[in-house]
């Protein structure tokens, strides 16, 4: 079955730990995205990465942390210098444009 | 870097009634326009696409256009069912760099 998987779907940390969501694809793109969801702001663009071993800060990139050390994997770091880490994580994967979607993990810190 | 606003942030029609949903972006250099579909508690799905070289195409009941000088596009959904009922997205990518970005979501809801 060819998609982009996100684990877990649901995660709670305490407040100051670091926690890492995991994105694997197997769709062979070379394009790959994190995106936050806070209600009522849409999606805003975390980091992206065109290729392996290689990614850019996107718009709300402060606090946040990846790496591309394989074509199939984008794993994100959300550090304790993110002040307000509650919110829905999307990861996407895209060729020619054409992105498609993990099911998100809903974070949650307390 | 690419901006794009989207209009309205909810919308609620009849049953069977048309939806409109309007975007405009800002860098001339965008040419790939998507549209995505929602549903709670998922991730979005692509439900149709236009690229810069066209000024209309149309899935079904779903329809998308694309006014380059004005630089803005549209869905349209016409007989609206139930099932239509979800958050819609747009988004403006540049080939040139595969930074994807998205509008801030319309809140569709078809009354019964």
């Known amino acids: 079955d060819g998609g982009i998987t996100q684990s877990p779907k649901y995660l709670f940390r305490k407040e100051g730990q670091n926690v890492t969501l995991s994105c694997e694809q197997n769709?062979?793109?070379?394009?790959m995205y994190w995106y936050r969801q806070d209600p009522g702001q849409g999606l805003r663009l975390i980091y992206y990465?065109?290729?392996?071993?290689?990614?850019q800060k996107g718009d709300i990139a402060e606090g946040y942390s990846v790496s591309r050390e394989k074509k199939e994997s984008f794993p994100l770091t959300v550090t304790s210098a993110q002040k307000n880490p509650t919110a829905f994580y999307l990861c996407?994967?895209?060729?020619?444009?054409?992105?498609?979607f993990g099911q998100g993990t809903r974070l949650t810190v307390v | 870097g690419e901006n794009v606003e989207q209009h309205p942030s909810t919308l609620s029609v009849q049953e069977g009634d048309s939806a409109v949903i309007k975007c405009t972006y800002s860098?001339?250099?965008?040419?790939?326009f998507p549209w995505y579909k929602q549903e709670l508690g998922k991730g979005p799905q692509l439900i149709i696409d236009?690229?810069?070289?066209?000024g209309e195409k149309k899935d079904q009941r779903i329809a998308v256009t694309l006014n380059k000088t004005a630089k803005h596009f549209s869905l349209h959904i016409t007989e609206t069912q139930p099932e239509d009922s979800a958050v819609y997205f747009c988004?403006?990518?540049?080939?040139?760099?595969?930074?994807?970005?998205f509008g801030t979501g319309t809140r569709l809801t078809i009354i019964p």
């Open positions: 769709l062979n793109h070379d394009a």
């Open positions: 990465s065109q290729i392996v071993n290689d990614f």
């Open positions: 996407a994967s895209s060729i020619a444009g054409v992105a498609f």
């Open positions: 988004a403006a990518i540049d080939f040139g760099n595969e930074k994807l970005t």
């Open positions: 860098d001339s250099a965008s040419n790939y």
């Open positions: 236009i690229r810069s070289n066209v």
